[in-house]
């Protein structure tokens, strides 16, 4: 059974860090793409962050520069710290890859930034 489970959000003041993470399970976590999206109510789910299997990065360009996606392959987990947080970072964010041809996403943790 495929699980991805995300933690780490929480309340943050603008220009503030939070580093989130994501265990999986059930994969061969080091082979797989893995993905950070984000939704906010009434907004379709954006892309925030992409690693491949080799390490290599893409981000969303509301996100370059301010948050960093990482992996370690030895904990079967994913990480995004998220640097300078922006009140529009307010959204739910989802752990996501693909297995098996299907989509496989974490319930997602709530990252709201508010003073």
């Known amino acids: 059974q495929v699980q991805l489970v995300e933690s780490g959000g929480g309340l943050v003041q603008p220009g503030g860090s939070l580093r989130l993470s994501c265990a999986a399970s059930?994969?061969?976590?080091?082979?797989?793409?893995m993905n950070w999206y984000r939704q906010t109510p009434g907004k379709e789910r954006e892309m925030v962050a992409r690693?491949?299997?080799?390490?290599?990065?893409n981000y969303g360009p509301s996100v370059v520069g301010r948050f960093t996606v990482s992996r370690d392959n030895g904990k079967n987990t994913l990480y995004l710290q998220m640097n300078t947080l922006k009140p529009e970072d307010t959204a739910v964010y989802y752990c996501?890859?693909?297995?098996?041809?299907?989509?496989?996403w974490g319930q997602g943790t709530l990252v709201t930034v508010s003073s």
């Open positions: 996501n890859t693909v297995f098996a041809g299907r989509q496989i």
């Open positions: 059930g994969i061969i976590f080091s082979a797989a793409v």
């Open positions: 690693i491949t299997s080799t390490g290599g990065t």
